[in-house]
């Protein structure tokens, strides 16, 4: 099946900075991809969908200006969460879909201490 | 209520046995119904698909779709040690382009299979 790309893996930052959070579709281009969270033992929660070249759309609660959203190809999209804060530790997981399938990425464990 | 429900398990279950994992859902427009395996700290990964009701059977594993009940099933048969993982069901509402990203999960169910 199609590759997704998350990076980092796993990343621990201090209470107010900012990270960045990369997910690439490795042999496809994928014109809309998606965020979501997950907290331990819960589902994925969608966060926003990620079309390129617009803005991103967020689902109900989930505060845009904290999570920023950036999809400047077909195949990269970004998701930066500003001024982090313990509860943002969590898992992000990306995806990617095509016509036919979604593709997760591998998943980023963010710690904020 | 959540729009989809799943028991979380933990289950445990012998190798060799049968396993089943279920999900209900109360929105009656999904159409389009998967199970995902994950395991631990990675990402979900596809395991079946199916649309509207019916069965599909795929190797060891078999879905059921029940959508006059809204209710989705996972059957593993000969289940393996590297079955262990935490079963996630999702479901979308809409056809075709990129709505198959925008899914809606279970819980998830935490499996394990011991030898």
């Known amino acids: 099946g199609a590759v997704v790309s998350q990076h980092p893996s796993r990343v621990i930052c201090k209470s107010g900075t900012s990270v960045k959070i990369e997910c690439r579709s490795l042999?496809?281009?994928?014109?809309?991809m998606f965020w979501y969270r997950q907290f331990p033992k819960q589902s994925l929660m969608l966060m926003a969908t990620?079309?390129?070249?617009?803005?991103?759309?967020?689902e109900q609660g989930v505060e845009k200006d904290k999570f920023l959203i950036n999809h400047a190809s077909l195949t990269l999209s970004t998701l930066t969460v500003t001024s982090a804060h313990p509860e943002d530790s969590s898992f992000y997981i990306c995806?990617?879909?095509?016509?036919?399938?979604?593709?997760f990425g591998q998943g980023t464990r963010l710690t904020v201490v | 209520q959540k729009e989809v429900e799943q028991d979380p398990g933990p289950l445990s279950v012998p190798e060799g046995a049968i396993v089943s994992l279920n999900c209900t859902y109360s929105n009656s427009a999904f159409q389009y119904f998967m199970w995902y395996r994950q395991y631990s700290r990675k990402g979900p990964e596809l395991l079946m698909y199916?649309?509207?009701?019916g069965n599909k059977e795929d190797g060891r594993f078999t879905a059921q779709v029940d959508k006059s009940s809204k209710y989705i099933s996972l059957f593993i048969r000969d289940s393996q040690p590297s079955d262990s993982a935490t079963y996630l069901c999702a479901m979308t509402d809409t056809s075709g382009g990129t709505s198959y990203g925008k899914l809606t999960f279970g819980q998830g169910t935490i499996l394990t299979v011991h030898p």
């Open positions: 042999d496809f281009q994928a014109t809309t």
């Open positions: 995806s990617a879909a095509t016509v036919a399938e979604a593709f």
């Open positions: 199916t649309y509207s009701s």
């Open positions: 990620s079309n390129e070249g617009s803005k991103a759309t967020y």
